[in-house]
């Protein structure tokens, strides 16, 4: 199999026109010892929105890469695939997340089911895992339940899995997948029980997306008790490193945290976590980069923030159908959101202020955010135009882009990996003193 360095982070850029931007703050990260790869992603969804195709990705990709020397591991994903939309990544991709969120909850065949249990004997009983906070037990009931659950949706991900390795060899890719979007979170028992099945199907897998307790979503804050993730996301940590050695799972299996992008106030605990236990991590960020834009335009004033205004008001008129794909990960109040008339008198100061996740700030606007966070929609329809205005304003764009993946994201998520001297932690991939790092920030 390719395998996935141990921490990466996953790059969205909705329009194409941002890779080198993203791709210097993971330069200026391993100057302070902070080794993470980029991995650029966009969903069938988004491309089929946009109307660009995933080969445009890999472009994006390799000319960021050429442009500014990076001689570093870098990866194209396709996002949030399934059977029936695989096929149009299969040449530029190497990383796949294979998404069976839909195929959980559905019955599975009861000879499956039978045989799945009697085949693990080791769930029965009390279980203990080194690093849980506490020991659990599970009788055949339990287990059974747990697994017709998710059976499906791992026989699923076995399916694609196989469809892919096919057509691209095995050695040739990364694979993810993805459990993340559902209602219900999955518990460390849960998480064991999904591991064991996704073992049974043979697939090489490296990073798992399980549902976190608590909401996650887009661009806006964790919604939860932190105390409760933190306990739990350091037991889904062990519970990962023990289905490595029980179930022969690849060794640079990891947590993927999806919907990733300005969780403020869990990036500590999850920093603090993965140095702790010497855990890898991948963290998927998507839409932040276009709101990046959003902001960018903004502060550029004139036509940039003429162009900012009028996306608000289509996304605005046309929340139901902008939001409606991406129900369980937003939550809008839209009583509170300003009318179109309101913001058309905003000037630059203002509109930067409700769009810049800034939770201190009195002017920050969770709702205005979020909605124009699944706006970009309403920009691909404006199509050259506002190609053109990124190109116009890029100085201040990708100076944007950079600061808000380095400082808001990478630091505060991976700078507990780097001790006081510059050097990886005894976590690290390894354990070298880079003769270039700076304090963090």
């Known amino acids: 199999m390719l395998k996935l360095e141990k921490y990466s982070i996953g790059t969205g850029d909705r329009f194409g026109c941002q890779a080198a931007a993203q791709l210097r703050a993971c330069m200026l990260a391993l100057e302070e010892a902070i080794d993470v790869v980029p991995v650029w992603n966009k969903s069938n969804r988004e491309h089929n929105l946009i109307g660009s195709e995933p080969s445009s990705v890999r472009a994006a990709a390799e000319r960021a890469v050429c442009e500014l020397g990076w001689d570093r591991p870098w990866h194209v994903d396709a996002d949030h695939i399934n059977i029936d939309t695989v096929g149009r990544f299969l040449g530029p991709s190497d990383f796949f997340t294979i998404d069976v969120a839909d195929f959980i909850g559905k019955p599975p065949d009861l000879a499956d089911l039978h045989d799945f249990v009697a085949r693990h004997a080791e769930l029965i009983g009390n279980i203990d895992i080194p690093g849980l906070s506490e020991s659990f037990s599970a009788n055949t009931d339990s287990i059974r339940s747990i697994a017709s659950q998710y059976l499906c949706a791992t026989r699923e991900a076995g399916r694609i899995y196989r469809h892919i390795a096919s057509r691209k060899g095995a050695d040739h890719f990364i694979t993810e997948v993805s459990m993340d979007e559902t209602d219900a979170e999955q518990t460390p028992l849960d998480l064991l029980v999904i591991l064991a099945a996704l073992a049974d199907e043979r697939i090489p897998l490296q990073t798992i997306a399980p549902r976190f307790v608590g909401r996650f979503n887009k661009g806006v804050d964790y919604v939860g008790d932190v105390d409760v993730f933190k306990r739990e996301f350091r037991n889904d940590l062990s519970v990962v490193a023990f289905a490595i050695g029980q179930y022969g799972l690849p060794a640079t299996l990891k947590l993927s945290v999806h919907s990733g992008s300005d969780k403020f106030s869990i990036y500590g605990p999850i920093g603090q976590a993965i140095a702790d236990s010497g855990s890898g991590l991948h963290l998927k960020t998507a839409g932040t980069t276009w709101l990046e834009e959003l902001i960018g335009l903004a502060q550029a004033e004139g036509e940039g923030l003429a162009a900012v205004k009028e996306i608000y008001r289509e996304a605005w008129q046309q929340h139901e159908m902008l939001c409606a794909p991406y129900a ?74 950079t600061g808000n993946l380095l400082d808001r994201h990478i630091r505060p998520v991976w700078s507990a990996t780097v001790d006081q001297n510059g050097r990886r932690s005894k976590c690290g991939a390894d354990d070298r003193l880079l003769s270039s790092a700076l304090p963090a920030k």
Request: hydrophobic share 40%; charged share 30%.
């Open 328 to 401: 369980t990960v937003i939550d809008i109040e839209f009583s509170k959101l300003p009318h179109p008339d309101t913001v058309d008198g905003w000037d630059s100061d203002r509109m930067t202020a409700a769009l810049r996740h800034e939770p201190a700030c009195s002017r920050f606007d969770r709702n205005v955010r979020q909605l124009m966070h699944v706006g970009f929609r309403i920009a691909a329809k404006m199509g050259q135009r506002y190609l053109r205005l990124l190109d116009e304003y890029e100085s201040v764009i990708s100076g944007n882009v």
